[in-house]
RNA sequence: GGUGCCAUACCCAAGCGGCUAGGGAAAGGUCUGCAAAACCUUCAUACAUCGGUUCGAAUCCGAUUGGCACCUCCA
């Protein structure tokens, strides 16, 4: 079997075929760490994870590389714009190189809880600027690269193609077509960009470097240029990102990277879509925003959004909302109930060998493998589930093995522990209430024990005592 | 102005030319002193509207309506 993948470079599903017979280099373009991640930032987090996972499930080693953004960029401001860990420096007081620590600390430990495997290699773009700086003079060597206003730009009219990925219509655009965004009379046309700036409106930052060019500091596309290829070579399997990265930032990371090696760079372009909140989509730069400690906070655990984002395809857009959020908890938790009942009864993994159980198997990837159709999965984990003529052992088994792909961390779930013997003696004495038809004691010993985090059932062959959930 | 995406039951959401999505909620039932849990049953002869293509369309084409995103902050 082998994995089909959307690519948004031919706007169709190809069969994924690696340069290298079986090691995938995959590029994530990371977050800019000047604030929390919200749950939309996360979102495509999770879809590149399950993507990672299903190759590594395909039987693929994946280089996987992921780079920091903590040189801040710009505000919306056009190319001359504030830097926004700079802004957000300068509100709480502190270096930018502080503020960048601290939110790279906070994006990881969002990331573990969302049970997301780590990449290979994470990068941070203020360790690379010499691979910048190399990139930017390669194109200068090249040709493609002019001066004005004391910023380096790159020239996108020496080149033939620009705006392949987007399909970009560059005649029937519109510039600067946001009231916030300010034309730059230095640009030859209004589609380059910068590469290096030495000048910036705001003045002096904090983050800045010598280069040929004079002190500043490096333009937006640039570091996913040079460090992907500094790790994975001038050209490489897979770069994904969110959906908004199409048009601007890698539409210009292709112009400069092409420009500079005169080959293709990437093979496969996968772009996650949206996720909205009522009122459109989800901004940072509003103010209030969703995160992960938000969700914790009404009661939800990481996991339970990681179930929310399994239920849509990762390119379709998803409307956020806390009922939403809170059918996939009562869901998750269902599931994680049968596993546990499957354990306590001894479950074992297995090799799968009953035909219903390889067919199983082979539905699962037949849909995960066809560009990551992780509700259709679900729905296959579910069947399986459900399904009392198979054997526990193999139920158990290719209830895992979906997992490696969903990371819902089923294999985590336990046995029950013992109950503890001044719960049992609660239990007994309530049996014999229960026995003695003493309803109202049996009652009340049974909410002091529902306190206690234990639940009792009266089934017909007596009661039962289990943990809580 | 340009580019692209989407409209499926009470809610979320797959399917992309013929054959069952799935989940949540709800209702009824089994069990029970009562609960809880579990299990069983029910829950669209549906797929925004109108045309067309086809033996056959939610799935393809066209038009219409409504919604969303992007066009130098953004995942």
């Not at 040709?143 to 730009?153: A, C, F, M």
């Not at 269902?334 to 001894?346: F, K, P, T």
Request: hydrophobic content about 35%; proline content about 2%.
């Amino acid at each position: 079997m082998s994995v089909q993948l959307y690519n948004t470079m031919s706007r169709s599903i190809e069969t994924f075929v690696p340069a290298k017979e079986d090691e995938v280099g995959l590029y994530t373009c990371g977050p800019t760490v000047y604030n929390y991640a919200h749950i939309g930032n996360l979102r495509t987090f999770l879809f590149e994870d399950t993507l990672k996972r299903v190759l590594l499930q395909s039987g693929f080693t994946v280089n996987h590389v992921m780079n920091i953004t903590d040189v801040g960029h710009l505000t919306g401001d056009g190319d001359d714009g504030e830097d926004k860990l700079q802004r957000m420096a300068k509100e709480q007081q502190q270096s930018v190189w502080d503020i960048a620590d601290f939110y790279t600390t906070a994006f990881f430990a969002d990331f573990d809880a969302l049970n997301m495997i780590r990449p290979t290699i994470v990068c941070k773009a203020t360790d690379h600027i010499e691979q910048m700086i190399d990139l930017i003079k390669r194109l200068e060597e090249r040709g493609h690269t002019y001066t004005s206003g004391g910023n380096v730009y790159f020239s996108i009219d020496s080149i033939d193609d620009y705006g392949k990925l987007a399909r970009l219509d560059l005649e029937g655009m519109q510039n600067a077509s946001r009231e916030d965004v300010e034309v730059d009379d230095h640009k030859r046309n209004p589609k380059d960009f910068v590469l290096w700036f030495t000048r910036s409106k705001h003045g002096d930052q904090e983050m800045m470097w010598p280069s040929p060019w004079g002190r500043g500091f490096p333009g937006w596309h640039i570091e996913c240029s040079a460090m992907s290829m500094h790790y994975l070579g001038e050209s490489f399997d897979i770069h994904c990102g969110g959906i908004d990265a199409i048009p601007v930032h890698h539409t210009n990371e292709i112009a400069q990277s092409e420009a500079a090696t005169g080959k293709e760079w990437v093979k496969y372009w996968l772009h996650g879509e949206f996720l909205l909140d009522d009122t459109g989509k989800m901004s940072k730069s509003k103010g209030e925003f969703l995160t992960l400690a938000l969700l914790k906070k009404h009661g939800f655990e990481p996991l339970d959004y990681r179930y929310l984002v399994l239920g849509a395809h990762y390119r379709s857009q998803l409307r956020f909302s806390f009922q939403s959020l809170k059918m996939a908890q009562s869901a998750r938790r269902r599931i994680g109930e049968a596993v546990r009942s499957m354990v306590n009864g001894g479950a074992q993994r297995t090799t799968i060998s009953s035909d219903a159980a390889l067919a199983y198997r082979d539905d699962f990837l037949t849909h995960i493998q066809h560009d990551l159709n992780t509700p259709q999965a679900l729905a296959v984990l579910w069947s399986v589930v459900k399904d009392g003529t198979l054997g526990a052992d193999e139920r158990y088994t290719l209830v895992l093995y979906f997992d490696q792909a969903l990371g819902l961390r089923l294999d985590a779930i336990e046995a029950d522990e013992e109950i503890p013997a001044d719960i049992m003696a609660l239990f007994d004495e309530r049996n014999r209430a229960k026995a003695a038809k003493d309803w109202e004691k049996s009652d009340a010993l049974r909410s002091e024990l529902a306190q206690k985090g234990y639940v009792v059932k009266d089934g017909q062959s007596g009661s039962s005592i289990e943990k809580k959930m």
